[in-house]
């Protein structure tokens, strides 16, 4: 099979298996049909995704397809969050969804990488820095403000997300930090998925000080490690413009990119 071959087998399996949710839906979270939008609710905003083609529904179908849920999480006075990918049809997509007032957040770029080219010893870390596995609730709020520090936005919600994510499915969330003298320097969590092929890499995010150290290189190949030990064949991440890079110097290809279009309610 040729490099080519091989990125569209991966982007049609991304197709096949990813562009949904996780099966099992978190407690205080529940999952709704709307045509071929699956729509999330109950999270600290709401989520739309769908199929690459979205169902056939084209023109003004799909203009109040987007309406609806749109209204729906305005009567709850929450945000909603409508995923699209760069290759999905219709390519007005992204028109019709800004003229619905949807608001585009940073692209990522979707890639994936063998399994069994990753998993491969850690690079050495800074004196002092160790990995370690958690799942207590007090190393998740450490995460949600690691995340917030790097990301300067109120991450809170990452705590509660991954506590639901071990209460539903705790054998299929890794969750990982790297610590200095207890200080939580960065962290990374591996979602599993039964009856997929790939294993997703979530968070890895690194205190700005940090970079550059050789921490989220190993929290990758410590994660490729897990995915070989659970029979995992591809890695998958949805890697920022920070990311994408390191991702694809360490033999990650892109597949396509994705945009999360926001709609926010007026305060």
């Known amino acids: 099979m040729t490099d080519t071959d091989l990125t569209a087998a991966l982007l ?7 562009r949904a949710v996780q099966p099992v839906p978190a407690p205080g979270v529940r999952y709704e049909h709307d045509g071929p939008v699956l729509r999330v609710v109950g999270q600290h905003r ?20 987007i309406a609806r849920q749109r209204d729906f999480f305005a009567a709850r006075g929450e945000a909603v969050e409508w995923k699209t990918r760069g290759h999905d049809d219709p390519a ?76 539903v499915t705790p054998d299929d969330y890794e969750i990982y930090v790297a610590e200095d003298a207890g200080e939580v320097v960065s962290a990374a969590w591996v979602a599993f998925r039964h009856g997929s092929d790939f294993a997703v890499l979530l968070g890895g995010s690194t205190l700005a000080e940090w970079r550059g150290k050789g921490i989220y290189r190993a929290l990758v190949a410590l994660r490729a490690t897990r995915a070989a030990a659970r029979n995992a064949p591809y890695l998958l991440v949805e890697a920022s413009s920070d990311s994408a890079p ?4 360490l033999g990650f290809t892109a597949l396509t990119t994705t945009t999360p279009y926001i709609w926010t309610p007026a305060t």
């Open 46 to 65: 709401g989520f739309v995704t769908g199929p690459r083609d979205w169902g056939g529904v084209r023109g003004a179908g799909l203009d109040a397809l």
């Open 246 to 249: 390191i991702l694809k110097r």
């Open 12 to 18: 049609a399996a991304y197709d096949a298996q990813m």
């Open 92 to 167: 007005d997509l992204p028109d019709r969804l800004r003229a619905a007032g949807f608001v585009p957040e940073p692209r990522e770029t979707v890639v994936a990488a063998l399994v069994e080219d990753l998993a491969v010893a850690a690079p050495a870390l800074p004196p002092g820095v160790t990995l370690r596995r958690v799942t207590a609730d007090a190393d998740l709020d450490r995460i949600a403000a690691l995340e917030t520090a790097v990301w300067g936005q109120d991450m809170a919600w990452v705590a509660d997300y991954l506590r639901g994510r071990l209460v």
